[in-house]
């Protein structure tokens, strides 16, 4: 497998291709109108693959709806003011039990805010987003191999648990420019789910829904749900360590900012201070066992997160009292540097009385 220099959005756009996406519906947004070019470029040029530029973000996430029940692979792109219009239509299709890939290359806000990049989006993402008792698997990767790698992962956990996957980046991976390997080539023949709704010839027809005037159904649609989402959370959950096993203080923080903390970690190290890290890869569901296993020996935590502080509640949840939490964040789209975010974790160590 040969490298490409290609940037983050692009990135995602290939690997979706090579995962079988056959539909692609979109509304222009920045900081990802990269991965919406990408595909109107691409996607056409494969057989029985469709790109729409949608009328609204709102059309968008419904023509996915349609794309997903008749069985063909699917997804949309947007930032956060796009992905807050498409949160009706992920309701639905989570209610439906349809699986479809949703990206979010999130910006400053809230309202418009900016187009620099930020991780307000977090509660967001990880909460559902919409009305009801549902969850979407969230994945934060923190490079550009990483949105290839998991946009496929993404296409294959959609369909395996028939759910909407969210892609949770960042307006710097969605531009950033690195080396990527595509680990997949697209297949021959693009995979077509045997529940879709393709004409009931030889069969009882069959209906795909979310509402519903009987409570009772609807009730054991929540509970059955639920119980997907415990299997989730049981299979599916992925993070990343780093320097943690002798650690007296870990980071914990997802996507480019768990980069920048992996470059202030490396600074602090080489000064003596026992600092690792803890990056979730997947924000939900969240390694909530993995926070625990390290409350056994860790009892300080730094939450570092480019918002005003969202992501650090799951972790308090997690250490359920067994840990002491601080927090350090930038909001709004101003990017730290390593050796800001250097300077807090050593103030922060020495408070502590944390020993060389």
Same mark, same amino acid.
């Given at each position: 497998m040969t490298k490409v220099l290609m940037n983050g959005s692009s990135a995602i756009a290939e690997a979706a291709i090579r995962a079988g996406c056959q539909c692609y519906f979109g509304y222009p947004i920045t900081p990802q109108n990269e991965l919406t070019e990408y595909m109107a470029t691409n996607l056409s040029r494969r057989k029985g693959c469709s790109f729409v530029q949608a009328e609204s973000e709102i059309s968008a996430i419904n023509m996915v709806y349609g794309a997903s029940l008749v069985g063909v692979r699917a997804m949309t792109s947007s930032s956060g003011p796009g992905i807050s219009l498409k949160q009706e239509g992920i309701s639905f299709l989570a209610a439906c039990e349809l699986p479809a890939v949703i990206v979010n290359m999130s910006r400053g806000g809230p309202g418009m805010g900016s187009i620099a990049a930020a991780q307000s989006d977090y509660f967001q993402a990880t909460r559902g987003g919409g009305h009801g008792d549902y969850r979407t698997i969230v994945m934060a990767p923190s490079s550009v191999q990483e949105l290839a790698d998991l946009t496929h992962r993404a296409f294959h956990l959609a369909d395996k648990y028939k759910t909407?996957?969210? /892609?949770?980046? !960042?307006? /710097?991976?969605? =531009?950033?420019?690195?080396?990527?390997?595509?680990?997949?080539?697209?297949?021959? &023949?693009?995979? +077509?789910?045997?529940?879709? *709704?393709?004409?009931?010839?030889?069969?009882?027809?069959?209906? +795909?829904?979310? *509402?519903?005037?009987? !409570?009772?159904?609807? $009730? $054991?649609?929540?509970?059955?749900?639920?119980?997907?989402? &415990? *299997? /989730?959370?049981?299979? $599916?959950?992925?993070? &990343?360590?780093?320097?943690?096993? !002798?650690? &007296?203080?870990?980071?914990?923080?997802?996507? +480019?900012?768990?980069? /920048?903390?992996?470059?202030?970690?490396?600074?602090?190290?080489?000064?003596?201070?026992?600092?690792?890290?803890?990056?979730?890869?997947? *924000?939900?569901?969240?390694?909530?066992?993995?926070? =625990? $296993?390290?409350?056994?020996?860790?009892?300080h935590y730094l939450v570092f997160e480019m918002n005003m502080g969202q992501m650090i509640e799951d972790v308090q949840l997690s250490l359920e009292g067994k840990g002491e939490v601080s927090f350090y964040g930038r909001p709004g789209g101003v990017i730290p540097t390593p050796s800001e975010v250097a300077r807090v974790i050593s103030r922060l160590y020495y408070q502590k009385g944390l020993s060389k």
């Open positions: 909407p996957v969210m /892609i949770l980046g !960042d307006g /710097i991976l969605g =531009q950033m420019m690195e080396p990527v390997k595509f680990k997949h080539e697209a297949p021959a &023949e693009p995979p +077509i789910r045997h529940d879709a *709704l393709r004409g009931a010839k030889g069969r009882r027809s069959k209906f +795909i829904k979310s *509402l519903t005037s009987n !409570d009772t159904e609807l $009730e $054991e649609l929540n509970w059955s749900l639920f119980r997907r989402y &415990e *299997l /989730i959370k049981k299979k $599916e959950t992925t993070y &990343e360590t780093f320097l943690a096993d !002798d650690a &007296e203080l870990v980071v914990v923080a997802f996507g +480019i900012a768990a980069r /920048i903390a992996k470059g202030a970690i490396k600074t602090v190290r080489s000064e003596g201070l026992k600092v690792g890290l803890l990056r979730p890869v997947t *924000l939900w569901p969240f390694p909530a066992e993995a926070v =625990q $296993e390290l409350a056994k020996k860790v009892k």
